[in-house]
């Protein structure tokens, strides 16, 4: 055991990639790229990363900033609420930590959005302490390594190998817990290409000597997505293009989008909306379906291009260029404004 602990470490010292945040491993530097890497691609990270640093250099910084601005910085990350817990825990630490991230497991554990990963990664990486930090690498890697054949999303499997890790875990955990997420994300990855030959504890693997490499992980299949079927309308006055905050409750809160209602089947329909939203239509065209993969559900949406006559004060009307530069646009309405340029109507005097 302890030499798999050893032989990993020095397999990372000798591989690890160069990535942004590893330049300067500090408590908020880790902090935040850890909540930026949950569920996001790590390229997509990369570069909103160093953005976010460039603006955000500071926990002082992150507690002062205007959600607007911070939901901007988030833009394309998806999982919104990730943002606004970091601002709210920066203000807890200012608060009771006189601007300094806490150093211990269970303090950090405490903060918003911190879940025990995170607190184990911080407290592992930045204050040398002894604890695990079990992400879906982490299982994956695990399970493999002791030909576990249960399913890794069930509680008691994940807790049965946070135990597993907990017996191999040397002083040097921080460097450990990096050292096994980099072999789950370069070597040791969820289908496809393992890279077995490669791997510096192959000889350890039990997945590996009785072939079972593919079939590790188990992982029983998730819940359906339930499907929505929309109306989306990106609605002109002259130069400028309607949107709207969303609720301050569920899913995107608190964002903006383009006006939308559940699908409507006709044209004459969608032209009777437009004139219920107190807009006077000139001329309307179809720019295609967008569809768009949440974690729980899919929206397939019918999208639309209308030039009106006419402003209301319900919508908030705004240049394109203000709109990428100051409103947090989720992903799903920034595919329609993609589609509309992909349609060559980019050009709204032609419609
Ligand atoms: S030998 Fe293959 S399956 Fe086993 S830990 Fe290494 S990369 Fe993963």
């Not at 980099?182 to 009785?210: D, F, M, Q, V």
Request: charged share 25%; proline share 5%.
């Amino acid at each position: 055991m302890k030499e798999i602990a050893e032989k990993l470490i020095k397999w990372y010292e000798e591989n690890q990639r160069q990535l942004p945040w590893r330049k300067e491993p500090t408590p908020y530097h880790v902090w935040i790229s850890e909540i930026m890497l949950q569920q996001t691609r790590i390229e997509a990270v990369k570069k909103h990363y160093e953005t976010f640093m460039k603006e955000l250099p500071t926990i002082e910084s992150l507690a002062k900033v205007d959600e607007e601005k911070l939901l901007k910085l988030w833009e394309g990350l998806g999982y919104y609420s990730r943002a606004r817990n970091l601002k709210k825990a920066a203000i807890l630490v200012q608060e009771k930590y006189e601007g300094k991230m806490p150093s211990s497991y269970s303090e950090l554990l405490q903060l918003p959005g911190i879940g025990e990963y995170t607190a184990g990664a911080i407290a592992s990486i930045c204050f040398q302490e002894q604890v695990p930090a079990i992400d879906g690498n982490v299982l994956r890697v695990v399970a493999r390594l002791t030909a576990n054949s249960q399913d890794i999303l069930l509680p008691q499997v994940k807790k049965q190998i946070t135990n597993q890790v907990k017996q191999i875990l040397p002083k040097q955990a921080g460097k450990f817990n990096q050292a096994i997420m980099e072999l789950g994300e370069t070597i040791c990855i969820p289908k496809g290409n393992i890279n077995c030959n490669e791997c510096p504890i192959r000889e350890y693997c039990k997945a590996y000597s009785k072939q079972l490499t593919s079939q590790i992980p188990v992982r029983n299949p998730k819940v359906k997505k339930k499907t929505e079927e929309k109306t989306v309308c990106l609605l002109y006055y002259q130069n400028q293009i309607a949107i709207r905050k969303r609720k301050e409750k569920g899913l995107l809160q608190q964002m903006y989008e383009f006006p939308n209602i559940p699908k409507l089947e006709s044209m004459s329909s969608i032209e009777e909306q437009i004139q219920n939203w107190g807009l006077q239509l000139q001329s309307i065209q179809e720019i295609g379906k967008v569809s768009h993969i949440f974690t729980h559900r899919i929206w397939n949406m019918d999208c639309y291009i209308a030039k009106v006559k006419s402003k209301n004060t319900e919508f908030i009307w705004v240049e394109e260029q203000e709109l990428m530069q100051k409103y947090a646009l989720p992903t799903v309405f920034s595919k329609i404004l993609q589609r509309k340029e992909e349609t060559k109507l980019c050009d709204i005097q032609k419609i």
